[in-house]
């Protein structure tokens, strides 16, 4: 059934409530992986609630609201949202919008709308409820050059979503994203998310999930080894920094995801497409080893041996050694330490890439100083 969405107009009376903003979240708080220029010139909203997002700011709006199997929504708040200067005539019971070189034209009462001379019938005439004027969002949709979304009830979704957009804008209806908005409507808190996981926070429990609706305990929990079962995420470490985890996200990238966990302060320091498979930390530096198991990205270019660096609000990493190298595992998998030092980074390595024989290649085996910093190492013991 085809779901017809219809906007609403604020009369004069409700046009200082439109301006109220209930406060100044913003969706790029919340979701880590979106940008302002993502959210730029979007409207969110839902029938099922008075709160919107306006280019990502949370704003209070005239609540939308279903009538005879149509969604109502309201256009002042859409307009003027995109920054369309919006105009009722109460004594003519007419309303007048200008957007960028346009001008619409309707009527209350009246099925016609006229965008720049040219008129043309919508599908319901504009009309007043509840001190508001509606009219069809597909015509004003298209008035505004928009992309307009609608996401309805569905087994996995709490809130239905209206989502308008730039044509050509981010198709933030793919994103994880809409999870987060979806949370948010539903009153949760949530503490972080990206396109990855979410944290939430409920009767004073930290709470997170991979899929954005099933959720469970976020807390250090000591891995055991399972020797039947190779385990690739969910997994703690704790470090003279504090505690990290490590997710793997096995239904989307198939990455591995490591996140610093202080208290309810949660930051992503590395995104790897190889397995993590130990994190030390020193003098607030981070440093993990990456496992060959699947190969490693442009290994001639890199090494497996990682530092991050926290800076400006968010972690880098760069790679540490000589690339080709691979440091703290043999050719068999056997596990080396790895102490780290002022001095540097002392750990088993060889040479891994390139064109090598087997000989040539155990001619390469032995411990070395990694520096701390940069792209060198230097032989200790052969």
Not at 141 to 162: D, Q
Not at 264 to 277: F, G, L, Y
């Amino acid at each position: 059934m085809k779901v017809n969405m219809i906007l609403a107009v604020f009369t004069v009376t409700l046009f200082l409530a439109f301006g109220y903003t209930a406060h100044a979240d913003n969706l790029h708080d919340y979701y880590n992986d979106v940008t302002e220029n993502d959210l730029k010139n979007s409207i969110i909203l839902s029938p099922e609630s008075s709160m919107a997002f306006v280019n990502g700011q949370k704003k209070s709006a005239v609540q939308p609201i279903v009538k005879d199997g149509r969604t109502l929504v309201p256009l002042r708040f859409i307009s003027e949202g995109f920054g369309a200067k919006v105009d009722f005539n109460t004594k003519t019971q007419s309303i007048t919008i200008k957007y960028n070189d346009k001008t619409i034209l309707m009527k209350i009462g009246k099925n016609q709308i006229s965008i720049n001379g040219k008129s043309s019938e919508m599908d319901v005439p504009a009309s007043i409820y509840n001190n508001s004027t509606y009219i069809p969002l597909r015509d004003i949709g298209e008035a505004l050059n928009k992309k307009v979304v609608y996401l309805n009830h569905a087994e996995i979704r709490s809130y239905p979503l209206i989502i308008i957009r730039d044509v050509n804008g981010t198709a933030i209806e793919d994103l994880n994203l809409i999870r987060i908005s979806e949370l948010l409507y539903q009153g949760k808190s949530i503490v972080y998310s990206d396109r990855f996981m979410v944290v939430i926070k409920e009767n004073g429990q930290l709470l997170f999930s991979n899929d954005f609706n099933y959720f469970e305990p976020f807390n250090y929990q000591e891995l055991i080894e399972d020797k039947n079962s190779v385990r690739l995420g969910d997994i703690w470490f704790k470090t003279d920094m504090g505690h990290f985890y490590l997710d793997y996200a096995y239904n989307t990238t198939r990455e591995f995801i490591l996140y610093r966990v202080d208290g309810e302060t949660i930051t992503r320091v590395a995104i790897e497409k190889a397995p993590i498979k130990a994190v030390k930390t020193y003098q607030n530096e981070v440093y993990y080893l990456t496992r060959y198991e699947r190969g490693i990205p442009n290994a001639h270019e890199t090494s497996n041996l990682k530092s991050a660096t926290f800076n400006n609000g968010q972690w880098t990493s760069d790679y540490l050694g000589k690339p080709g190298f691979y440091y703290g595992f043999d050719t068999l998998g056997e596990v080396y330490d790895w102490p780290i030092t002022n001095n540097g980074i002392v750990a088993f390595g060889y040479q891994r890439f390139g064109d090598l024989s087997s000989d040539e290649r155990k001619k390469t085996f032995g411990l070395y100083r990694i520096e701390r910093k940069g792209h060198h190492h230097e032989l200790v013991t052969p």
